[in-house]
């Protein structure tokens, strides 16, 4: 069970900062559920802090950390072979159009994010619209909870926290297992797929010529 007093207790000697870290922190560890939401609830319920500013600090440390896993995963694919990167091209510029859908929805869900943020990185989706769509995603939800608190009160929001622990440690364990197999299944399956065949049935456009394809990888080197 969540103690609401204890969380209170831990961020409020810090404040805003205590906010943004316990963000930044919550979501930069890949895959272990260490969620910062519960925090919102407190500090929304502090009427020393502006509930307007708890949800901008919460998103852009969330955000940052998102970004860094992004980084992290984009420049990852160095790694890979040529022709494992050419036969992604396709995905690439699927992705390229459509990615922002699955960045938006992950950050808004509590989904664990990072089983689209990192095939999203490895696939070279913009790393601009990431910060952007996962900033969006972060900021309504973060808003839903903060707001949610400030107008539902404190009886309420506890019993939300209760039913939504995810501190209970065998569940967090199962939760990581659990999003590494996943992990790990969307990325083989991302590299040993022929996109090509199976993207240009439904999505012909996405399917670069040679010359088109050898732009692309030198426009990604620039970035």
Not at 75 to 85: A, F, Q, W
Not at 103 to 121: R, S
């Amino acid at each position: 069970m969540i103690d609401i007093q204890d969380l209170y207790s831990f961020y409020s000697s810090s404040g805003y900062v205590g906010i943004f870290l316990i963000s930044f922190v919550g979501s930069i560890i890949p895959f272990i559920p260490v969620p910062y939401f519960p925090v919102l609830v407190t500090s929304a319920l502090d009427k020393s802090l502006d509930p307007n500013i708890i949800v901008l600090l919460s998103t852009i440390g969330a955000v940052l950390a998102k970004t860094i896993i992004f980084i992290a995963s984009y420049y990852g694919r160095n790694i890979l072979s040529k022709k494992t990167k050419t036969r992604m091209l396709p995905l690439q510029k699927l992705l390229s159009k459509y990615g922002g859908i699955g960045v938006f929805v992950a950050a808004l869900t509590p989904i664990p994010d990072d089983l689209v943020y990192i095939p999203l990185g490895i696939a070279k989706y913009s790393p601009s619209r990431f910060a952007l769509f996962t900033f969006i995603g972060k900021f309504f939800l973060g808003a839903s909870i903060v707001w949610g608190t400030v107008f539902l009160g404190r009886p309420i929001m506890e019993r939300f926290l209760v039913v939504t622990d995810s501190n209970n440690e065998y569940s967090a364990l199962l939760v990581t297992v659990l999003s590494v197999i996943l992990l790990v299944l969307l990325l083989f399956f991302t590299f040993k797929f022929d996109w090509a065949k199976i993207i240009g049935k439904w999505f012909p456009w996405a399917i670069d010529s040679p010359e088109t394809d050898s732009d692309n990888e030198n426009n990604g080197k620039r970035r």
